[in-house]
């Protein structure tokens, strides 16, 4: 069965500090795996996926991943925070039975000080 | 011109009642999915429906009930609405049910009184 852990339920960074977020899978398969961020009361944005092309992925507002098989690992990295970043973010994994399900993590919430 | 459009936004109900929740994607997709988000912020897959057929059925008890007139469309229906079921109801739609990444719709927050 795949699975995708989140480490630290809550993250602070100071503006225009590097954001580090935490995400490791498991799977027995080539995984698929995704960030996704949720703002208050919305629903939940892409922020980026891999699909096996390219190691570091880019997405969109200056966040990126890169993924490590050797380590099990997608984490999430922007170089500077930004107010308007602090939001919920989730990782998650697609399930080997290849239907589109989608595992998430437990989820990470961003904080971003002044 | 939303993408994933989910009604109602809010719905505040007595326990033991019936209620639905109606999803609509306009992106062409044929894969629409339901999520149940908790109190926790948890995301747990509930539905998927691939060109109105069921593909996934997760174990949610049979007082949910899915429903797909046509592929643009994912309904919800609840019966018998329990104080467990309050929690935010997201859809979702991609196109194949494959490894596309998935769009959401902005929830449903659902409050069992």
């Known amino acids: 069965a795949q699975s995708v852990t989140q480490l630290g339920s809550h993250v602070s960074v100071s503006e225009g500090a590097l954001v580090l977020l935490r995400c490791n899978y498991s799977?027995?398969?080539?995984?698929?795996l995704f960030w996704y961020v949720q703002y208050p009361n919305q629903g939940l944005q892409l922020l980026l996926k891999?699909?096996?092309?390219?190691?570091l992925v880019k997405g969109i507002n200056g966040f990126e991943a890169e993924f490590k098989k050797s380590e099990t690992s997608f984490h999430l990295t922007k170089p500077s925070a930004h107010m308007s970043d602090a939001a919920e973010y989730f990782c998650a994994v697609t399930a080997s039975s290849n239907t589109g399900k989608l595992i998430f993590g437990q989820g990470t919430t961003l904080q971003v000080k002044p | 011109d939303t993408a994933v459009s989910q009604t109602p936004k809010y719905l505040v109900t007595q326990m033991g009642n019936d209620k639905s929740i109606k999803c609509e994607q306009n992106l062409g997709h044929d894969t629409m999915y339901w999520y149940k988000q908790d109190s926790k912020k948890f995301l747990k897959i509930m539905f998927s429906?691939?060109?109105?057929?069921?593909?996934i059925n997760e174990t949610v008890p049979n007082r949910f009930s899915p429903k797909s007139p046509d592929k643009a469309h994912l309904n919800l229906h609840i019966n018998s609405l329990e104080l467990g079921d309050s929690a935010v109801y997201f859809c979702?739609?991609?196109?194949?049910?494959?490894?596309?990444?998935?769009?959401f719709g902005d929830g449903t927050r659902l409050s069992i009184l």
């Open positions: 429906y691939n060109n109105k057929e069921l593909i």
């Open positions: 891999y699909t096996s092309a390219a190691t």
């Open positions: 799977s027995s398969v080539p995984p698929y």
């Open positions: 979702a739609s991609s196109q194949a049910y494959s490894n596309q990444p998935q769009h």
